[in-house]
Each structure stands twice: as structure tokens, then as C-alpha cells.
């Protein structure tokens, strides 16, 4: 179940990490009023039948989950954007990859809390699959405007693995760190 926004976008950029990708680009932009996100990435796409598949609660190809008869990932997200004042979009070519949009209304009664969004983006960058993770954030909130961008690989060669304890916590530190105000 999804009790967050940080929960749907973690779903979607899961399901571009496991879509056999090299590079996989989350970006995450909040102002008082709205949050949007992108996955982008270049994995092994759909046709539009299969996005039409992809977007029925009730299908399941039974690959990557084989004891499911339902995939409830893009419904979900689908249902959530719409009730809430948002919207989604999703292209997608077979063999080039797929891109999700989706925005959610801040002041909509029925929008779910966004979640903590620095540890939402340590999550992304410790999903397996892809070579690199990339994430950009804009912030702007008030007078404030905070926009930053973090690489898997780059963080890697600064940290070494990013699983051990350690890596996690000055991850977690840094990421928090990004998000404070001046």
C-alpha cells in the first residue's frame, strides 16, 4: 500500500530499475502549491499495448512477480494523481525506454503526505540494476529556492558502497543537509 507520495514515486523508479536500464533520471520538483516528479529511463520500453496492460489493475504478466495476478503500480499512481487534482503521463517506445510524469496538488484535501524526501532519494540511489542513478530536486517554497543534483556513481567514488552502515548514515546526513534552509 502506498501512504505517501515518496511511496508511489519509489514504485515507479523501481519498476525503470528492473526495466534493464543504464541510466535511470528522477527528477522531483515542489513548490507550495504542487509536486511533480520524472522517472525517465532507457530500459526496455513498452509497445502501447503493453502500456495499456501496464495501466489495468487486473494484469499481471507474471514475470516479475509470479505469484501476483494483479499489478497495481501505475493504477495506483494513476488513481492517486487523478483524485488529488493531478495528473499523469506516460511515453513510452519499445527498446528506448519509458518516461512517467505525474502531479500532485499540495492543496488538495485527498493528496497523501509527499513523505521524507531526502530518504525517498537514498532509496532510489540503493536500488540494483542500472549503472547510474541520477537525481535532481527543485525546491521552491516561499523566497526559497533550492535546486541540486546527485549522482549514484559520483557518490560512490566519494563513499565507496553505498550499502555499508557507514556510507548510509553520511549519505542520509548529506541528502537531509541539501534540503535545509540557508
Not at 530499475?17 to 513498452?46: H, N, W, Y
Not at 563513499?159 to 553520511?170: D, I, K, P, T
Request: aromatic share 6%; charged share 25%.
Amino acid at each position: 500500500m502506498h501512504f505517501t507520495v515518496s511511496d508511489l514515486v519509489l514504485d515507479i523508479v523501481q519498476n525503470a530499475a528492473e526495466a534493464q536500464s543504464k541510466i535511470v533520471t528522477v527528477t522531483l520538483e515542489e513548490s507550495d502549491q504542487e509536486f511533480r516528479f520524472t522517472v525517465q529511463d532507457d530500459g526496455k520500453g513498452m509497445t502501447s499495448e503493453e502500456l495499456q496492460k501496464a495501466l489495468d489493475p487486473f494484469h499481471s504478466d507474471g514475470i516479475k512477480h509470479p505469484h501476483r495476478k494483479v499489478g497495481l503500480g501505475l493504477p495506483f499512481l494513476v488513481q492517486t494523481a487523478e483524485q488529488c487534482g493531478g495528473g499523469w503521463d506516460i511515453q513510452s517506445k519499445k527498446g528506448q525506454g519509458t518516461m512517467v510524469r505525474a502531479w500532485f496538488s499540495l492543496e488538495h484535501v485527498d493528496t497523501p503526505p509527499l513523505g521524507d524526501i531526502p530518504s525517498l532519494i537514498r532509496m532510489v540511489l540503493l536500488l540494483p540494476g542500472p549503472e547510474d542513478m541520477v537525481v535532481r530536486r527543485n525546491l521552491t517554497k516561499a523566497a526559497r529556492n533550492t535546486c541540486y543534483e546527485v549522482r549514484k556513481t559520483e557518490l560512490q567514488d566519494v563513499l565507496g558502497n553505498l550499502e555499508e552502515a557507514g556510507s548510509q548514515v553520511l549519505l542520509d546526513q548529506y541528502l537531509h543537509s541539501l534540503e535545509e534552509e540557508d
